[in-house]
Each structure stands twice: as C-alpha cells, then as structure tokens.
C-alpha cells in the first residue's frame, strides 16, 4: 500500500474541473485519505518546487501556484505514485496522451492542471508539507476486495 500527494493546482479550480479529476482517481479504485483547499503562500510553494530554484520558469510558477486556491488530495493504494502519473500523463499537456488528464483538459507546460509525486518518498516528504499528521484519515474501504 503506497500513499501520492496529488495537486489540483489554481487553473483546475478556476476552470472548475475539480469534480472531473478528482473523480478519475476515485474511479480508479485509490482510498481518499486527505482532502483539504489550500491558498498556498510563497514559503509553501518554495518548498513544494524547491528542486526547481534557479530554473528559467521557477518565479512564474510559484506565481502560477500562489494565485489562488488549490485542492490538495492524499490517495492510498496498490502502486498508488506510479498510478496517479499515469492517470496525469507528461509535463506539457499539448503532449500528453488522451485519456489522461493533461492529455484531455491541458494544452500549456506550466498550467497544466495537476501536480503528483513521483517517488514514494518524494511524496512522503510532500504530504508533510500539506498536511497535518491528524488531517489524514484511515479507514477500511468496504470495496477492498473488489478493487484491491
Ligand atoms: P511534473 O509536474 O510533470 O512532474 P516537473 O518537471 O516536476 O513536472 O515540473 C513541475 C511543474 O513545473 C510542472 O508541472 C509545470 O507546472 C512546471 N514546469 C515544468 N517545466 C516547465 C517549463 O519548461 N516551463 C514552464 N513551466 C514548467
């Protein structure tokens, strides 16, 4: 069982495609651990892209991540950071295959509607930057044998 950070970043909110993403990772068969809306400040966004300091598009998208609010979601699952990339699909979304979520409702690099970790102990990191230890919930998904 592995736990992803996904983002719904500002453009999924402002173009109201929060309903639509949020449920391919439920339709997916991932248990919904956390679920909070965030207006991130700067310091979050810093750490959240800190590997990207000194990039040419780094000023621009903490801009793009602090200019409103975003939907933060902690999915569990079998292979859930492999499956949340794939359901993603690549960075520019003007090159992401249909079917996935850049791939059907993105056509920038930068705004490209979602964010999701790509190691599980990347997202180890990004949850506790998120999330508090007692925003997460467990519980027995009453469909585990089925989707399990
Ligand atoms: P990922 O989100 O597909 O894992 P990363 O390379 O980790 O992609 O980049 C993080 C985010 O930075 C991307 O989702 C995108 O919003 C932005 N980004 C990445 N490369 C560029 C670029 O060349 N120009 C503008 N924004 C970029």
Excluded: C
């Amino acid at each position: 069982m592995q736990r992803t950070l996904i983002l719904l970043k500002p453009d999924a909110v402002q173009r109201r495609l929060v309903g639509e993403i949020t449920a391919r990772f439920e339709r997916k068969g991932l248990r919904l651990a956390g679920l909070k809306l965030v207006h991130a400040s700067r310091e979050l966004a810093e750490k959240h892209y800190a590997v990207h300091k000194g990039k040419p598009f780094y000023e621009s998208l903490l801009a793009f991540l602090t200019s409103g609010p975003t939907v933060a979601l902690v999915w569990e699952g079998r292979e859930a950071v492999a499956v949340g990339r794939n359901l993603m699909g690549v960075t520019d979304g003007a090159k992401s295959p249909p079917g996935t979520i850049r791939g059907d409702f993105a056509l920038s690099v930068q705004n490209n509607l979602v964010h999701g970790s790509d190691s599980a102990e990347n997202a180890a990191t990004e949850i506790a930057l998120w999330f508090q230890p007692d925003e997460l919930v467990t519980y027995a998904a009453t469909d585990a044998n089925w989707v399990g």
